[in-house]
Antibody, heavy 117, light 110 residues
Framework: QVQLVQSGAEVKTPGASVKVSCKASGYTFTINGISWVRQAPGQGLEWVGWISANSGDTNYAQKLQGRVTMTTDTSTSTAYMELRSLTSDDTAVYYC??????????WGQGTLVTVSS | QSALTQPASVSGSPGQSITISCTGTTSDVGGYNYVSWYQQHPGKAPKLIIYEVSKWPSGVSNRFSGSKSGNTASLTISGLQAEDEADYYCSSHTSSNTRVFGGGTKLTVL
């Protein structure tokens, strides 16, 4: 069965960077893309960006352009999202999701990133 | 890209039907049939319940149904059950090849 397993919770200070991983199994990793979605405490879902697991092409939410980088390692079927220059506004649960024709078909369990001094 | 517009909350009694709207623009909801809906229970990851406006993923109850008219998509839940109490989000592909979510709707089953 399809599974997306994310790395554990992170606590970072303002200005630092965080890199979250998402290991896929149960399907051919390079067939689909991976989107990243975040959810601040008590808030709604926000799309962060997308990466093609086949070509490595990316597309990021405009508000995060310049601070976010998404990559994949096809040898381990793992996607990564790095976010730099963290502020308290970046405190959220970050989800990866298998992106199939613009729908988020399967989701990881989420990774809580807390930014605090 | 502005978030799609959803009502903040809706409610209904068991057995009743409710509808949640999701309004966008011609650059997202109105321009593509790539509208999807997600159910999220507290502390859990979202779950896909409708895709491409009105299609069901495998294993999802047909009590959930979707439609679209112009720039507004809708999710209808019929035969409300206590387990349907959750947050619901719509999402759409956009003309910028990005994705956008609605602000979310809290469903309360009375």
């Amino acid at each position: 069965q399809v599974q997306l397993v994310q790395s554990g919770a992170e606590v970072k200070t303002p200005g630092a960077s965080v890199k979250v991983s998402c290991k896929a199994s149960g399907y051919t990793f390079t067939i689909n893309g991976i989107s990243w979605v975040r959810q601040a405490p008590g808030q709604g879902l926000e799309w962060v960006g997308w990466i093609s697991a086949n070509s490595g092409d990316t597309n990021y939410a405009q508000k995060l352009q310049g601070r976010v980088t998404m990559t994949t390692d096809t040898s381990t079927s793992t996607a990564y999202m790095e976010l730099r220059s963290l502020t308290s506004d970046d405190t959220a649960v970050y989800y990866c999701a298998r992106d199939v024709f613009y729908r988020f078909e399967y989701w990881g369990q989420g990774t809580l990133v807390t930014v605090s001094s | 890209q502005s978030a799609l517009t959803q009502p903040a909350s809706v409610s209904g009694s068991p057995g009743q039907s409710i509808t949640i709207s999701c309004t966008g623009t011609t650059s997202d909801v109105g321009g593509y049939n790539y509208v999807s809906w997600y159910q999220q229970h507290p502390g859990k990851a979202p779950k896909l319940i409708i895709y491409e406006v009105s299609k069901w993923p495998s294993g999802v109850s047909n009590r959930f149904s979707g439609s679209k008219s112009g720039n507004t998509a809708s999710l209808t839940i019929s035969g409300l059950q206590a387990e349907d109490e959750a947050d619901y989000y719509c999402s759409s592909h956009t003309s910028s090849n990005t994705r956008v979510f609605g602000g979310g709707t809290k469903l309360t089953v009375l």
